[in-house]
Structure formats: C-alpha cells, structure tokens
Nanobody, 117 residues
Framework: QVQLVESGGGLVQAGGSLRLSCVAA????????MGWYRQAPGKPRELVAT???????NYADFVKGRFTISRDNGKNTVYLQMNNLNPEDTAVYYC???????????WGQGTQVTVSS
C-alpha cells in the first residue's frame, strides 16, 4: 500500500503561482512513476505531469512552459511548481503513484486550486 498526502493548493489570481507538494509513504520502491492529474467540474480527470524515479518527465501540452514537476527521492516527495496560472487551471489536483511494474495506481485525496480572473 502507498499513501499520498497533497498540500499547497489554494486561491490565486490569474498570472500567479502555486507550488503543490505530495508526500508518499508506505511501500515505496523504485522504479516508479509519480505525478499529478487534475479534474475540473464536469470534466474527466486529465494528466498534468509525471516524473519517474529516474527523473524522466512528461507534461501535458497545456502546461508546457508554465508548470515544472520535480522530486526529492530522499523525502519521497514530488512537487508541481505552477506559474502563470489562468482560470482554466482551476481544478482539484490529485497526486498519483504507480510502481513501474504494476498497473495498480494510488491516488491522494486531492487539493483544490482556484484561479480567479
């Protein structure tokens, strides 16, 4: 089992920045993938960014150049630095973990990000 706890969401004005954090605990073992998904009201959950235990990253096109994902393996923590936020980024952001050899995914409880215009 893997437990994920997110923090860092909140309310910000358009053009502002936020940094999300996700701490993983439990059966953490490399290789793995961690990352962030988001879900806006009435819309399906969508990929934002992922990072592997080896450091490879993947971003959705709509966040490239604005968001940066990073990790601290020693702290089992992944971060999402979000810059130049716009109202379309308003959503609940969920942390995600998956062992690379497994199809079983773990999810955090979500953190709300609201961007006002």
């Amino acid at each position: 089992q893997v437990q994920l706890v997110e923090s860092g969401g909140g309310l910000v004005q358009a053009g502002g920045s936020l940094r999300l954090s996700c701490v993983a605990a439990g059966s953490i073992a490399s290789p793995y993938v961690m990352g962030w998904y988001r879900q806006a009201p009435g819309k399906p959950r969508e990929l934002v960014a992922t990072i592997t235990s080896g450091g490879s990253t993947n971003y959705a096109d709509f966040v490239k150049g604005r968001f940066t994902i990073s990790r601290d393996n020693g702290k089992n923590t992944v971060y999402l630095q979000m810059n130049n936020l716009n109202p379309e980024d308003t959503a609940v952001y969920y942390c995600y973990y998956r062992h690379s050899w497994s199809t079983l995914s773990y999810w955090g409880q979500g953190t709300q990000v609201t961007v006002s215009s």
